[in-house]
């Protein structure tokens, strides 16, 4: 492999980092929508914030399919499965574990069996279970990717079955909608393995100023509308409804994309100091530490009465998010101190 091809892509670690602060936002502002009045001053709070942010998971698809669908990236399934699937499914076990341990013990979820935590996990630990299953199709996908046009074709075809159409559903805007029921859980065509190809298209393919622009005025408008679907969808159900803020949203989606080439533009040509560098590298790497440990934080924090439930929710969701981030960070640099495991655990 040349010297260019390893030359470090720091524009997605800078997109790594900024996902994984904005995944601790989320949770924070959102975990309390079902505990509050829908419609009301905190729900509306709420909205704003998940509005905002919503776009992580697309960036995260995107950061993956960026490294793994590039053809001369040497990826084999002896390597997929010894070293991709195995690290996701000690993390999900190992974290699985805690998280049912946690629950039962301080009485958080009585009505559920250790045994069934620990086969279903945590709510946010869904996302490892799902690449698990993507990184297993990988040899199939890494076919499609050897040509810009493979891998845009299964990007669009996607797009439209499995993100759109749901979408469409979500809103009642879909005639006959029993047609397409499971549609996006069809493995090709799954709204995750859209985003997956999206990343290694977007890397590649640069957009010209015009369409660039079309695309940053796309993602305010999709912003606004996820807002405002999630107020409709509400007043439909007379229930909260969160399917406009879903990670398999189209207008979450552009979002995502459209921030992926941002960042990508912005640090196009740019020269980082050996400072900065260091620091998004070792930010970078804790990443997926903070995933798996910011929901136990917030978790004893709201135990405590420290919530944005609790308090005046414009200002407690900062302020909460100030506190978790730093030590979610502190605890996975600590884990993976941790001789033997804490590699593989964070």
Known sequence: MSTAARKRIWYWDILRISAVLCLVLRHISTASFDFVEPLGAKWWVFNAYGSLVAWMVP????LSGASFLDPNKKVTIKTIWARNIWHMFVAFAAWSILYALYNHLSGQDTHTSIVEMLFTGHF?????????????????????????KGTAYVFFASLVLSVTFPMLQDLGWMPDAELITGMNNVGFISSHV????AGWLFHKMDLNKKQRYLLYSLAILATVAVFMGTWQLTIRDGAH??????DSNLLTGIQGIALFVLIKELCREKEFSIQTQNALRFYSSLTFGVYLVHVMLIALLDRFGFSPITYNACWMIPLSFCFVTPLSFLITWALRKIPLVGKFIT
């Open 241 to 246: 409804n969160e399917d406009m803020q879903s």
């Open 194 to 197: 859209c985003f997956f190809f």
């Open 59 to 62: 960036v995260y698809l995107m």
């Open 124 to 148: 946010h630990l869904w996302f490892l279970p799902m690449i698990m299953g993507i990184y297993m199709l990988l040899p199939v996908f890494r076919l499609a990717s050897k040509t810009i």
